[in-house]
């Protein structure tokens, strides 16, 4: 039994149904209900509920998309789809059933002004830095906000963890692209085995928490399309990714029954060396609230490591409102610190 089966086996009251959404598997709840045994009417118009909105965002969605990809192109800025936004209507049967909170782009680094430009063009607004220029600089991403519309998180690297950034280039991601019409506009999406690296390392370095739906869009890719399990293993070798390719496998295998075959599994694991290990260990959850720091370490000059810790232990005021309400400074910095120290 799966884990929509299980969850839709419990499915006796509200709470349920908001753990369902909590997963993002509120919408394929709906949609599966008539495969599986009846359930209370009022859960099931609340799953209704949930598929219908799931439904207005994916629509406000591809319209999104419907502005922002030609506008970015004909400001001669390519762009790379990812997560929900490539997968909603090219992996699932209706876009509805894929929950999106943001729409995710993948540019490159020297297009981010223009698409900047672009994008605050178009009503959004992007989102405070800790000190100006430090996203370019030391991050890897930016939010922009327009009123009535989903978030567009603009990347220009597939990982966010600096000391991997060194080992996979963005460029071999793009190397890893191919055409597809989404919502009617033509975009760029990772080829499935470039897609699947990409979803198993967000799952499990970007994040602790094996939510649903992305342990979902790895077993719904699984039984789709077809990964290259050579070029896989380059990729698991040469990026130090096999330990989160193989925790991304067991989560989905543990939620869906489904994972990579055991032969190239036992591959991966006999490929993973020390020092593979102990970056995937300093990026776990036990160090999570060390990263800051290990960020800055892993900054290639001595320079710019002196540069990454002036904007993330002192960041702007501006920032601090916007992120954390009226919180100085110095509170925010004793906050940190006593989290640092407790951890």
């Not at 309400?325 to 989290?339: C, E, F, I, M, V």
Request: charged letters at 15%; a positive charge.
């Amino acid at each position: 039994m799966d884990l929509l089966q299980r969850l839709l086996s419990t499915c006796r009251d509200t709470a349920a149904v908001a753990q369902l959404r909590a997963e993002g598997l509120a919408p394929l709840a709906f949609h599966s209900l008539s495969n599986l045994p009846p359930i209370d009417p009022a859960i099931r118009q609340l799953l209704a509920h949930e598929h219908r909105r799931s439904a207005r965002f994916g629509l406000s969605a591809l319209a999104d998309l419907q502005s922002l990809v030609p506008a970015l192109a004909a400001a001669h800025v390519p762009v790379l789809l990812m997560k929900g936004a490539a997968l909603a209507t090219r992996l699932y049967p209706a876009p509805s059933l894929r929950p999106m909170r943001d729409l995710d782009i993948l540019i490159h680094r020297e297009d981010v002004s223009t698409a900047h430009d672009v994008l605050t063009g178009l009503g959004y607004t992007a989102a405070p830095e800790r000190r100006p220029g430090a996203q370019l600089a030391f991050g890897t991403e930016r939010t922009y906000r327009r009123p009535g519309h989903l978030p567009v998180e603009l990347h220009w690297h597939i990982l966010n963890l600096t000391s991997y950034q060194h080992l996979a280039p963005a460029a071999w991601f793009w190397q890893q692209a191919e055409p597809v019409e989404i919502a009617g506009v033509s975009a760029l999406v990772l080829r499935p085995t470039a897609q699947f690296l990409h979803l198993a390392a967000h799952l499990s370095l970007h994040h602790f928490d094996t939510r649903g739906i992305w342990t979902y869009d790895i077993a719904l890719l699984l039984s789709t399309w077809q990964i290259e399990p050579h070029l896989l293993q380059y990729a698991a070798r040469q990026f130090a990714l096999g330990p989160a390719i193989l925790a991304a496998d067991a989560a989905t295998r543990e939620h869906w029954d489904i994972g990579i075959s055991p032969d190239l599994r036992q591959q991966l694991e006999a490929a993973v060396d020390w020092p593979a290990r102990w970056r995937w260990s300093l990026a776990g959850e036990r160090w999570q609230a060390l990263r800051p720091l290990w960020n800055i370490a892993a900054q290639p000059t001595l320079a710019q490591s002196f540069a990454a810790a002036r904007a993330t232990l002192l960041p702007t005021t501006e920032y601090l409102r916007a992120w954390h309400g009226d919180a100085s400074q110095l509170n925010r910095w004793l906050t940190k610190t006593r989290r640092l120290l407790l951890s």
